[in-house]
């Protein structure tokens, strides 16, 4: 494979990252608005803010790479078991840690940053492992 070939690879695959980041924050958006109340979920009910934040972030990963996959912009084996098992491993052991370290999740908290980049990484990491 010549150098053009794999930078187009590598620029698709930063593109459908990118994408998954910001879905995740798309779908957090629209459930926040489908429940109301929610700004208030990290100091009355921090369980359940993560329990919200996980699914949406794991949402947004999954579908938005699922769909890279259908439409053949990621040329990786499907797997979609294992990479929906990893995404949500990922989304939800940092938001869990943040939850035990700190009992009130504020705004802004690392933590988050940490689950979305962890989800992203945790739906690519089937496809780079390979069995033989």
Same mark, same amino acid.
């Given at each position: 494979m010549d150098t053009g070939k794999k930078m187009l690879r &590598? #620029?698709?695959? !930063?593109?459908?990252v990118l994408l998954q980041i910001i879905m995740t924050q798309v779908?957090?958006? &629209? #459930?926040?608005? !489908?429940?109301?109340?929610?700004?208030?979920?990290?100091?009355?009910?921090?369980a359940l803010f993560v329990v919200i934040l996980g699914l949406t972030f794991s949402?947004?990963?999954?579908?938005?790479?699922w769909l890279a996959l259908k439409l053949r912009w990621l040329s990786t084996p499907p797997k979609y078991p294992a990479r929906l098992v990893a995404t949500l491993i990922g989304a939800y052991l940092p938001l869990i840690l943040a939850l035990i370290l700190y009992h009130a999740l504020e705004p802004g908290n690392?933590?988050?940053?940490?689950?979305?980049?962890?989800?992203v990484l945790g739906f690519h990491v089937p496809g780079w492992i390979h069995r033989k």
């Amino acid at each position: 494979m010549d150098t053009g070939k794999k930078m187009l690879r &590598l #620029l698709i695959w !930063l593109g459908v990252v990118l994408l998954q980041i910001i879905m995740t924050q798309v779908v957090t958006f &629209l #459930l926040s608005l !489908l429940l109301p109340g929610m700004e208030n979920f990290p100091q009355t009910h921090p369980a359940l803010f993560v329990v919200i934040l996980g699914l949406t972030f794991s949402t947004g990963v999954f579908l938005t790479g699922w769909l890279a996959l259908k439409l053949r912009w990621l040329s990786t084996p499907p797997k979609y078991p294992a990479r929906l098992v990893a995404t949500l491993i990922g989304a939800y052991l940092p938001l869990i840690l943040a939850l035990i370290l700190y009992h009130a999740l504020e705004p802004g908290n690392p933590f988050f940053s940490i689950s979305i980049l962890a989800s992203v990484l945790g739906f690519h990491v089937p496809g780079w492992i390979h069995r033989k």
